[in-house]
């Protein structure tokens, strides 16, 4: 996976946003991999999600939020910046589809789902999330159990 840093933002909606944003990262050699936006009408907010690779930037990281400043307070922007290369941790929760949570395990497995699974919880007996659990990693099977016990 190549190292990308995921910039997401949200904000009032109005003219300009993309261009404004795209502008910033352009003017700072900023390569931008993948852009995900759009714009909830009911509440009049703005959303937007970037992948950037790492190395394309002209600045180090540490000062992007200096640098971004400016603009985050001209459109009212909340923002975050990660790393794509840090793994989420996650928590599954499953209801009553067992062919879901294998889904996702088996993504999991595969790498197709890059991330770190920390539990599994459910408003089921164990019994009959254990299949598709039994095959995770040990750690999460031990989680998974422990939490369907409380139940």
Same mark, same amino acid.
């Given at each position: 996976m190549e190292d !990308?840093?995921?910039? !997401?933002? /949200?904000?009032?909606?109005? %003219? +300009?946003?993309?261009?404004? %944003?795209t502008g910033f990262l352009a003017g700072h050699g900023g390569?931008? !991999?993948?852009?995900?936006?759009?714009? =909830?009408? +009911?509440s009049g907010w703005f959303f937007l999600r970037q992948a950037i690779r790492?190395? /394309?930037?002209?600045?180090?990281? &540490? =000062?992007?939020?200096r640098l971004i400043e400016p603009l985050a307070r001209s459109f009212e922007l909340s923002w975050s910046l990660s790393r794509s290369r840090v793994r989420k941790r996650t928590v599954i929760l499953v209801s009553r589809q067992d062919h879901c949570l294998s889904d996702?395990?088996?993504?999991?497995? !595969? +790498?197709?789902? =890059?991330?770190?699974? %920390?539990? $599994?919880? /459910?408003?089921?007996? *164990?019994?009959t999330i254990a299949?598709? $659990?039994? *095959?995770?990693? &040990?750690? %999460?099977?031990? &989680?998974?159990l422990f939490l369907a016990s409380r139940l």
């Open positions: !990308t840093l995921i910039l !997401t933002m /949200s904000c009032p909606d109005r %003219v +300009g946003i993309i261009a404004a %944003v390569w931008i !991999t993948e852009a995900n936006y759009h714009a =909830d009408a +009911g790492k190395d /394309s930037l002209d600045f180090p990281i &540490e =000062d992007f939020p996702l395990f088996h993504r999991f497995r !595969t +790498g197709e789902l =890059d991330i770190e699974i %920390v539990a $599994v919880i /459910s408003n089921r007996q *164990r019994q299949e598709p $659990v039994c *095959r995770a990693p &040990e750690a %999460v099977l031990l &989680e998974a």
